[in-house]
């Protein structure tokens, strides 16, 4: 079986603090990771994937197959960071879907 | 010009009522589901079809029954609802292939 878990429901930073939202999964084949994260009142929209090894807007994940984590780190946080981020596995031999972590709440306070 | 457009986009309808929401998606994709994200915002397939093919139903009761008419649209009719329905809906496509899945803005559904 495939699982994701988010052990943080909500992560409170203040501004230009380093950010680390956790990430764990579980599965026996080879994953592929996601982020994706909600803005207030947006849609749900993909931030990074593993196979991509990028940064975007500051972020970046790495895959650590042997702790089967794949944390989201940024070393300054900003407010408008501020956002739910779920961590996400697609199985592939299960077709494309993805299987969600619980999501974490980030709020960068001022 | 949206990518993935749902509606409604809010839906407060009484137990026992039948209701649909539909989804569109302009992108070309070939696969499209269905996701629900419960009063603690967790976010679960329901269903998956590939050029109008169901590929993954997750265990969802037989009230729920999507119906893709072509590859751009797939709509969920749900029977007899209940309170348990509530939730939001999310709909969502990708291309078979690529990783990125692209969503609406989600249809909240009340049941009272």
């Known amino acids: 079986a495939q699982r994701v878990t988010q052990p943080e429901k909500l992560l409170s930073v203040f501004k230009g603090a380093p950010v680390e939202l956790k990430c764990n999964y579980s599965?026996?084949?080879?994953?592929?990771l996601f982020w994706y994260v909600q803005y207030s009142r947006q849609r749900l929209q993909l931030l990074l994937r593993h196979i991509s090894r990028e940064s975007i807007k500051g972020f970046t994940a790495d895959l650590n197959k042997g702790e089967t984590s794949f944390h989201l780190k940024k070393p300054f946080a900003q407010e408008e960071d501020s956002a739910m981020y779920y961590c996400?596995?697609?199985?592939?031999?299960?077709?494309?879907?993805?299987?969600f972590g619980a999501g974490t709440i980030l709020r960068v306070k001022s | 010009d949206t990518a993935v457009s749902q509606t409604p986009k809010y839906l407060v309808t009484q137990m026992g009522n039948d209701k649909s929401i539909k989804c569109e998606q302009n992108l070309g994709h070939d696969t499209m589901y269905w996701y629900k994200q419960d009063s603690k915002k967790f976010l679960k397939i329901m269903f998956s079809y590939n050029n109008k093919e169901l590929i993954i139903n997750e265990t969802v009761p037989n009230r729920f029954s999507p119906k893709s008419p072509d590859k751009a649209h797939l709509n969920l009719h749900i029977n007899s609802l209940e309170l348990g329905d509530s939730a939001v809906y999310f709909c969502?496509?990708?291309?078979?292939?690529?990783?990125?899945?692209?969503f609406g803005q989600g249809t909240r559904l009340t049941v009272v």
């Open positions: 996400a596995l697609t199985p592939k031999e299960y077709g494309n879907k993805l299987v």
């Open positions: 969502a496509s990708s291309q078979h292939g690529q990783d990125e899945a692209f």
């Open positions: 599965y026996s084949g080879s994953p592929e």
